[in-house]
């Protein structure tokens, strides 16, 4: 069964940057492309980045420029650099895998103040 474990989120001030974290367990993780989700309060979760097994990334427009999807195959690992955090970023952030849905994880809470 395949584990997701997201960490690194927490408070951070408006124009500040966070590291997140996804181990994954489970699976041959280098041969899938995974992605990055977020959901807010009240809102549908949405992909803010996926990268491919290739090493390819893919922004949505409201993060890009901003956030970095990276992964490392050795760490079974997937990682999102965000810079230029924004109130509007506050969300849980979680990982997965775009082409086929595993069982989401508990996440990671983003919080930005303004």
């Known amino acids: 069964q395949v584990q997701l474990v997201e960490s690194g989120g927490g408070l951070v001030q408006a124009g500040g940057s966070l590291r997140l974290s996804c181990a994954v367990s489970g699976t041959i993780f280098s041969i ?3 992605g990055w989700y977020r959901q807010a309060p009240g809102k549908q979760r949405e992909r803010v980045a996926d990268i491919t097994s290739g090493g390819s990334p893919n922004y949505a427009d409201s993060v890009k420029g901003r956030f970095t999807i990276s992964r490392d195959n050795a760490k ?3 990682y999102l650099q965000m810079n230029s955090l924004k109130p509007e970023d506050t969300a849980t ?4 895998r ?10 990671t809470q983003v919080t930005v103040s303004s």
Do not use: A, D, K
Request: charged share 5%; proline share 5%; with cysteine.
């Open 32 to 34: 899938n492309g995974m």
């Open 76 to 78: 079974n690992t997937v």
């Open 93 to 96: 952030y979680y990982c997965n």
């Open 98 to 107: 775009p082409r086929s849905l595993w069982s989401w994880g508990q996440g």
